[in-house]
């Protein structure tokens, strides 16, 4: 007897269903992390799922729908080919229904190129499903609700002040920071990853609606940070800043510099109508991880990743 398995590439039809499991899903999770937003609209998921050009792959058991599972496949610079999927992406009864999305999905992911598969999944146990399936947490987004005005004060000699283009070769420094904080040796960086790198510090700096800092002493900079407004993200609260590229130099660092920098930003982002703040760092970035748990940000969502070789 040859078994056929429930899992088919979704139509248009299935669009509802898909919908209605998302929407189950993230009242779940908003039930469990208050900091996760419930919020969703419907009618624009399932339009974009309707018009989307990426399949996405249904368990079907003899009518019975018991699950989804979706993913974008992009180029990166840094990691080449892989397949993303966010906290929407997904949905399963039980873990067998799981295992025969990801099977048909991870053939038809390796066939376009895609050598790993990233997923967001609620910290705590909405990541064990992930794990015990060979998936490694690899970033976190931690937030905050903002409440309250934090008194700051700099050191003598220190100022922040706003960066510009002509600050454009600082700003790589710092990235290359960032990139040592994260594990990354600059040196191994390909001159694609460089010019990606490049182009997207250039777009914050072009930015208007992006705030890119410079902490000074004596005309010098020593730290930075950026922050804007976070586009609209599943789980996220829609008054939500976020707050990213932090770095401080290694002569300023383990100072508060960095604690102050944060406090500033963030009180500029309350009084300018912001409810939320949020931040992500990799997990192996450990003064990053304490430096955000010390600020109030708690983990919401983290992101895991599978190798699709074998």
């Known amino acids: ?18 919908a209605q ?15 996760v937003s419930a919020t969703f609209s419907r009618q624009e998921f399932e339009f974009a799922l309707v018009h989307s050009t990426q399949p996405v792959w249904v368990d079907d058991s003899n009518g019975r729908f018991r ?37 048909h999905a991870y053939r038809a992911w390796r066939e376009e190129g895609s050598s790993a598969h990233l997923v967001w999944a609620l910290a705590g146990n909405g990541t064990q499903a992930w794990i015990e399936r060979g998936y490694r947490i690899v970033s976190v987004r931690g937030s ?5 005005v934090v008194e700051i004060s700099w050191p003598p000699r220190h100022r922040v ?9 600082t700003a790589l420094a710092f ?8 594990g990354v040796d600059p040196e191994s960086v390909t001159d694609r ?15 208007p609606e992006c705030h890119y800092y410079f902490v000074e002493v004596d005309d010098v900079p020593i730290a930075q940070c950026t922050t804007f407004a976070l586009p609209e993200l599943r789980g996220n609260y829609p008054d939500t800043v976020h707050i990213g590229s932090l770095a401080v130099t290694p002569a300023f660092q ?8 944060m406090h500033l930003v963030m009180n500029v982002a309350l009084e300018a109508g912001y409810g939320y703040a949020e931040v992500r760092w990799h997990i192996d970035n450990e003064p990053a991880t304490s430096l955000w748990s010390a600020l109030g940000f708690h983990p919401t969502y983290v992101q895991l990743r599978r190798s699709l070789a074998d």
């Open 67 to 103: 699950g989804h599972l979706y993913g974008a496949t992009f180029d990166d610079p840094l990691h080449g080919r892989q397949t993303w999927t966010g906290p929407d992406g997904y949905s399963y009864e039980v873990p067998d229904v799981l295992d025969n999305l990801c099977e």
């Open 161 to 169: 002040r706003p960066a510009t283009t002509a600050d454009l070769a």
């Open 254 to 261: 383990r100072r508060g510099l960095a604690t102050t920098l």
């Open 144 to 148: 905050q609700k903002l409440n309250a």
């Open 175 to 182: 990235d290359d920071l960032i990139d040592r904080a994260q």
């Open 21 to 35: 499991r998302v929407a189950e899903q993230l009242a779940r999770d908003a039930r469990v992390e208050p900091l």
């Open 193 to 207: 990853q460089r010019a990606a790198n490049t182009a997207t510090i250039v777009d914050l700096l072009e930015d």
């Open 1 to 18: 007897m040859v078994l056929v398995s429930p899992v088919r590439r979704g139509v248009k039809g299935d669009a509802p269903k898909i």
